[in-house]
């Protein structure tokens, strides 16, 4: 994992993550992409799993955490989609552009 996957996952991930885990998880997935998401997984996991969705204490306080999960959600379906894109992905045709220019089609003059 070099320098630049590393940022591109601190950055998807926060500055908080354990960065051997990270580097164990990338050399086992491969991209930094299947980390991100597979954290996020995770993460998204242990917010529906371990802890309860809402919690209130009557006229004191109360918690939700529905915000929390969806924006986990969010955050995966725009790693799912490619956005934003990390350092390793693959380009495309192996790095050429898959751009077209325009072709202008116009009456050739009779004879």
């Known amino acids: 994992m070099d320098a630049a996957v590393q940022a591109w996952l601190l950055g998807q991930l ?10 164990t998880r990338y050399t086992r997935l491969g991209t930094a992409r299947a980390v991100a998401l597979e954290v ?14 809402s919690v209130t204490v009557s006229s004191v306080v109360g918690v939700v955490y529905t915000e929390n ?19 390793d992905d693959p380009t495309p045709d192996g790095g050429q552009d898959d751009t077209f220019g325009i072709l202008y089609l116009r009456e050739r003059a009779r004879r």
């Open 14 to 23: 926060g500055k908080s993550s354990d960065l051997t885990d990270l580097q």
């Open 40 to 53: 996020l997984y995770e993460r998204k996991a242990a917010l529906i799993n371990d802890q309860p969705a």
């Open 69 to 87: 999960i969806k924006a986990i959600e969010r955050q995966i379906a725009l790693l799912q989609d490619g956005n934003p894109p990390a350092p």
